[in-house]
T-cell receptor, first 112, second 115 residues
Framework: NAGVTQTPKFQVLKTGQSMTLQCAQD?????MSWYRQDPGMGLRLIHY???????DQGEVPNGYNVSRSTTEDFPLRLLSAAPSQTSVYFC???????????FGSGTRLTVV | GEDVEQSLFLSVREGDSSVINCTYT??????LYWYKQEPGAGLQLLTY?????DMKQDQRLTVLLNKKDKHLSLRIADTQTGDSAIYFC???????????????FGKGTHLIIQP
């Protein structure tokens, strides 16, 4: 049982490049979300999904797109990377939304 | 968004109890959580408490909730070197009603264990 799998673990992008951070879970969880963690900060919610085909914005959605075509996958797209998007990105999933979320191990992204 | 406040550092001696404190501002928060993050790792859910509870105990962990003061605490009994980590307090964000669509996190408390 792999849990929440994020790929890649590390990535360096040039300003203006695009990329997709992958997130997959094998627990059949309906609820998934993306967070970013900056030094000295807590995690901040970027986008979330309450099921396949349903996504919505969190606290800091600008510069990011998401889609949820299957229950298992919730990719995060950066259309035109900016240095301000340098961060560690975490994906999380939950089956009930009451008893907490399971987090992936994160993707460390550097935009130069 | 709503703020969750935590002190940044706590230093305790091995074998003592650790008490990590958190204050939150959203009085409508229904669910509150404690997560642990070890270096280079993701977040591990330690425990949660619902707003209709005052206390929850789970082995070495005790969570106390004071809704009037919007204060949450995590007590770790018999602190060990393996407890060294960053501890995050989090409250639920409810956009669509029922459950937590997302979480608002504090900045985390670094727990330092002295031998």
């Amino acid at each position: 049982n792999a849990g929440v799998t994020q790929t890649p673990k590390f990535q360096v992008l040039k300003t203006g490049q695009s990329m997709t951070l992958q997130c997959a879970q094998d627990m059949n969880h309906e609820y998934m979300s993306w967070y970013r963690q900056d030094p000295g900060m807590g995690l901040r919610l970027i986008h979330y999904s309450v099921g396949a085909g349903i996504t919505d914005q969190g606290e800091v959605p600008n510069g990011y797109n998401v889609s949820r075509s299957t229950t298992e996958d919730f990719p995060l797209r950066l259309l035109s990377a900016a240095p301000s998007q340098t961060s560690v990105y975490f994906c999380a999933s939950s089956d009930t939304r009451y008893y907490g979320y399971t987090f992936g191990s994160g993707t460390r992204l550097t935009v130069v | 968004g709503e703020d969750v406040e935590q002190s940044l550092f706590l230093s305790v001696r091995e074998g003592d109890s650790s008490v990590i404190n958190c204050t939150y501002t959203d009085s409508s928060s229904t669910y509150l959580y404690w997560y642990k993050q070890e270096p280079g790792a993701g977040l591990q859910l330690l425990t949660y408490i619902f707003s209709n509870m005052d206390m929850k105990q789970d082995q070495r962990l005790t969570v106390l909730l004071n809704k009037k003061d919007k204060h949450l605490s995590l007590r770790i009994a018999d602190t060990q070197t393996g407890d060294s980590a960053i501890y995050f307090c989090a409250e639920s964000i409810q956009y669509s009603g029922g459950g937590a669509d997302g979480l608002t996190f504090g900045k985390g408390t670094h727990l330092i264990i002295q031998p």
